[in-house]
């Protein structure tokens, strides 16, 4: 029963999010003989949560946004062309530890103002007083409900690739 109800949900989220990316794959990118990597196409990130409305309202707070993609055990949002989820551990996970499974880290161009706005949506959720700046990076780290560490980061000077 569990795992025809995964398969249920797991067949939606991957129809909604192949139709989402914008692009389909041609007989070259199947092709199982080449050497080359396949290019991705589109790069998501999901954390575990026992409650997803919380976390929905959490997220959507945080990003300012609806989820793109919403079924009973999965909310996505649009993040800079990535797909960033939080997923029903009951469903997708039962036997995962909540917290520090995944630490996504997420390229902001202002960090002060982000800084700013966790602190105020979520002031007890901050580990570290203050943004944490190291050469050219500067960063700092949250929780979210369920435990799981975010990262939102800037470059004070640029760096090739990023």
């Given amino acids: 029963m569990m ?3 995964m398969k249920k949900h797991l067949t939606k989220i991957l129809a ?3 139709l989402t ?7 070259q990118e199947t092709d199982m003989q080449t050497t080359q990597p396949a290019k991705p196409e589109r790069l998501g990130v999901y954390v575990l949560a026992d409650d ?9 707070t945080l990003f300012g946004a ?3 993609v919403r ?10 062309g990535g797909l960033f989820a939080v997923v029903s551990r009951a469903t997708f996970a039962p036997d995962a530890k909540l917290g520090g499974n995944a630490i996504p880290y997420i390229k902001v161009d202002d960090i ?25 990076l500067s960063l700092f780290k ?9 990262e939102y980061f800037s470059l004070n000077a640029p760096i090739d690739g990023l």
Avoid: C, M, W
């Fill in 142 to 150: 949250f929780t979210d409900p369920d435990g799981n560490i975010i």
């Fill in 52 to 60: 997803l409305n919380r976390s929905e309202a959490f997220y959507s």
């Fill in 21 to 27: 990316t914008g692009t389909a794959l041609n007989a």
């Fill in 112 to 136: 002060e103002a982000a800084y700013q706005h966790v602190r105020t949506i979520a002031p007890d959720a901050l580990k570290a007083p203050g943004v944490i700046s190291e050469g050219p």
């Fill in 3 to 5: 795992k025809r109800k």
């Fill in 71 to 80: 079924t009973e055990v999965f909310a996505g949002y649009d993040v800079a």
């Fill in 16 to 18: 909604v999010l192949f």
């Fill in 66 to 68: 609806s989820p793109a």
